[in-house]
């Protein structure tokens, strides 16, 4: 439980660590840098542009897809679109948080209800008692801190100010 936690609050502090400077969405910028020097271009990261010979293309659009305008055979353009359909790294780590919580939300009751049912079964014996209710109290502050998560991202993001 305590690694849990742990990996929780790890992860909660990863948008702090990814500023970027030329968009507000720093793992675009990496990919449109990669593309372009992957393509034979050249990366201008003062403006974040890509540089075929004589064209100079924007490394971001809005929809959080990379594009490039021309490339290194001197052809048409190329379209990345985006494998995880979340727009930014925002939406990307609110629908994970969200798929967490109706975790937590099933989880917690069926984790709840055993404890319960190792209290009831340890007929005096007090190891198995303390075990049941140290089960349930775990359970229950899992599930609370699974349900402030979306408002420890908000209050995060408040202090930071991404």
């Given at each position: ?7 929780l ?35 201008n990261?003062?403006?974040c ?27 048409g ?28 939300l ?16 340890s ?18 502050i899992g ?20």
């Amino acid at each position: 439980m305590k690694r849990l936690i742990l990996v929780l609050l790890v992860i909660s502090f990863f948008p702090i660590l990814a500023f970027g400077a030329c968009d507000s969405r720093p793992i675009i910028n990496d990919i449109a840098r990669d593309n372009c020097v992957w393509g034979g271009g050249t990366w201008n990261s003062s403006n974040c542009t890509c540089s075929y010979g004589g064209s100079s293309t924007s490394g971001s659009t809005s929809e959080g897809t990379t594009t490039t305008e021309g490339s290194a055979g001197g052809g048409g353009g190329a379209t990345i679109p985006n494998p995880l359909g979340h727009a930014s790294f925002t939406a990307l780590f609110e629908a994970i948080i969200d798929w967490i919580i109706d975790i937590a939300l099933v989880l917690a009751p069926l984790i709840i209800v055993y404890g319960g049912f190792l209290h009831i079964t340890s007929a005096g014996d007090p190891a198995k008692s303390t075990q049941g209710k140290k089960v349930i109290l775990y359970a229950a502050i899992g599930l609370i801190v699974a349900l402030l998560a979306k408002s420890l991202i908000g209050i995060l993001e408040g202090i930071v100010v991404i």
